[in-house]
């Protein structure tokens, strides 16, 4: 018979195996690795969840559902009267929502009452396309009277607060000119200033650049990725021009069809 055989398959002793030495050990037992940390979970600055929306009386838009956190850039793009700027003038409690869910800077949408809407537009940074500046004042005197209206009353912490925003934007030494005196991209740097007056936690711009030659377009969709990037602002800009959109990439919700198309989903 072969030596290795063993055929009344009995069990083969310990002994043969382990050594005492081996036999008296405790048990191995591997320690679990332990758990990565979670990232932190992020804020929502902007949440629609199936809300129509409408322009004056007439709906464009219908189930419409996104979600944008703290801290992103988002374009959203379409062909006009595709319900852009109507999705933005609901954010800013111009238009009701009348069905689903909207939040935007902590606010409920849709239970928000009219004397709460200047609270919500005071964490909100607004820059327009035809800038509505008031010309009969100055550059300083423009982001004065801004602050006033949203309850500033300290002379000295408003002119400080009016260097703070017209050094980011980068026209701090032309506080004293009207409007007419500064160029369309200068203008509009004006109305992103107006806009930061409040550090604001959401910027909504509404075609910033339609007025603006591609320079100085690129110039402004530079400024507002840098008040992005370095102040951590939510930034949402409504705009057509997919030349600087193909240049500084971020997402980009697309209304196309009475549908939304994500490019993060």
């Keep these: 018979m072969p030596e290795n055989e063993n055929p009344q398959n009995t069990p083969i002793a310990a002994d043969n195996i382990f050594t005492d030495a081996q036999l008296n050990q405790e048990p191995v037992t591997e320690e679990a690795p332990a758990p990565l940390p979670s990232e932190p979970e992020r804020k929502v600055s902007i949440e629609l969840k199936d809300v129509d929306i409408y322009q004056k009386k007439i709906p464009v838009l219908s189930h419409v559902s996104f979600t944008i956190h703290e801290g992103e ?17 609901h954010l800013l409690a111009e238009l009701p929502i009348k069905s689903g869910e909207a939040m935007c800077a902590g ?6 009452k009219n004397r709460k809407i200047p609270f919500l537009r005071r964490k909100l940074g607004v820059i327009f396309q035809d800038y509505q500046l008031l010309v009969d004042k100055t550059v300083k005197e423009n982001l004065i ?10 002379t000295r912490e ?12 980068h026209l701090e030494t032309k506080d004293f000119k009207y409007p007419f005196q500064l160029s369309g991209g200068e203008q509009q740097r004006v109305c992103i200033a107006r806009a930061l007056l409040n ?8 075609e910033p650049t339609g007025n603006l ?15 992005n990037r370095e102040q951590g602002t939510t930034v949402l800009m409504s705009t057509h021009n997919f030349t600087m959109i193909d240049k500084f990439t971020s997402r980009t919700i697309c209304i196309e069809d009475g549908n939304l198309i994500d490019t993060m989903l």
């Excluded at 606010?107 to 928000?112: A, G, P, Q, S, V």
Aim: aromatic residues 8%; charged residues 30%.
């Design 145 to 154: 009277a801004a602050m006033k209206a949203t309850g500033w009353k300290n």
């Design 213 to 227: 030659d591609p320079i100085t377009a690129e110039e402004i969709f530079q400024l507002l990725h840098d008040i």
């Design 158 to 169: 408003m002119e400080e607060r009016v260097q703070e925003v017209l050094k980011l934007v």
């Design 199 to 206: 550090r604001p936690e959401v910027i909504l711009a509404d």
């Design 107 to 112: 606010f409920d949408l849709k239970k928000i």
């Design 73 to 89: 850039f988002v374009y959203l793009v379409g062909k006009t009267g595709s319900g852009k700027s109507s999705i933005l003038r």
